[in-house]
């Protein structure tokens, strides 16, 4: 019969309150998989206005750990694009393709604590692993890791290494500044999620964090379609004993059809040649955002300074 504890539901566990007496430090982490495109200088403008906000300092990492996904020369575009819109970070930015061994010293130490282990398994042995047990899924929904690895390999070698979720700790409970309280359940809704891949790449879930760590980031502004990654995040930052940043995400910028822009589904790139065009992109991405853009004949910085009152008073650091 199952004891009182481990029959009542697991509660779920709030997330630290961001360290409120750490300086300020937020940033802007694209993947140089294409051009800046007007969903992701909506992210780009929002870091930016919310370090400013807070008299704080704004980063640019560059996400280039994935080189199938990457464009060559897209980071040079990327950071252009941005110097046109007069968004300038406030030291060199960070390329994670020069970073490996940081994620291999956190992976080391998930290791050595137990909360990470090598996994053998491949797609298909987790598709029969999920059909035997009678579990299905939504055409599209990524797949629970039934956890075929989580007692050992058994002999077999490992391709991939994930984290070990803890169904009683995995509960992450969290508060959006913008999308108020949020909720998931890693173990159940996700599972041991991966954190080297099997083509030997790191996933994101660990360089982001390993990342935002490394450069003090203590503030994340990113788009909405991130969010979901959030509670993974916050359990690796946990495990790796490393504080938990405030979050806010953006709202995503919709094409006529409704789908969200992104570079792989070929959304157009952001002109921002020449302060008019600049101009013009700064202030789509600041209305999309509830930023007022009534008035012309600014520059991007002009516009830039305008805006930081107006986000203090949407997004109020008072509240984080
Ligand atoms: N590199 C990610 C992207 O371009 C963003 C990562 C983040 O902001 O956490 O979608």
Redesign the pocket.
Same mark, same amino acid.
């Given at each position: 019969m199952p004891d009182e504890l481990s029959s009542r539901p697991p509660q779920p566990i709030a997330a630290e309150a961001p360290a409120l007496a750490r300086p300020y430090i937020g940033?802007?982490?694209? /993947?140089p998989?294409g051009p800046l495109h007007a969903g992701?200088l909506v992210?780009a403008l929002a /870091?930016w206005l919310d370090a400013r906000a807070h008299q704080g300092q704004w980063l640019l990492?560059i996400?280039d750990i994935d080189p199938p996904r990457c464009q060559v020369g897209a980071d040079r575009v990327l950071l252009k694009q941005l110097q046109d819109c007069a968004l300038l970070p406030d030291a060199p930015p960070v390329w994670q393709s020069q970073r490996h061994a940081h994620y291999d010293q956190a992976l080391q130490q998930l290791l050595k604590g137990g909360l990470a282990y090598g996994c053998a398994c491949t797609r298909k042995d987790i598709e029969d692993a999920l059909a035997a047990s009678g579990q299905t899924r939504a055409r599209h929904q990524a797949a629970v890791y039934p956890g075929t690895c989580r007692q050992g390999l058994k002999g077999r070698a490992a391709r991939a290494w994930r984290l070990r979720t803890d169904p009683h700790t995995s509960q992450i409970a969290w508060q959006d500044r913008r999308l108020g309280a949020q909720q998931q359940d890693v173990a159940a809704e996700v599972g041991d999620f991966v954190l080297r891949r099997a083509d030997g790449l790191w996933a994101?879930q660990l360089a982001?964090v390993v990342d935002?760590a490394a450069q003090g980031v203590s503030h994340?502004v990113?788009?909405a379609?991130?969010c979901d990654?959030t509670a993974r995040?916050i359990l690796l930052q946990r495990a790796l004993g490393l504080p938990i940043p405030g979050y806010l995400h953006t709202p995503l910028v919709l094409d006529a059809r409704g789908d969200k822009l992104s570079?792989q589904h070929g959304a157009p790139a952001v002109p921002t040649e020449g302060t008019p065009a600049a101009s013009a992109a700064l202030c789509a991405a600041a209305s999309a955002l509830g930023l007022p853009v009534e008035g012309s004949a600014r520059t991007p910085a002009e516009w830039l300074q305008r805006w930081v009152p107006a986000w203090q008073a949407l997004y109020s650091p008072r509240h984080g």
């Open positions: 940033r802007f982490a694209p /993947s998989t992701s992210a /870091s990492r996400e994101y982001v935002d994340i990113r788009g379609d991130l990654n995040q570079k």
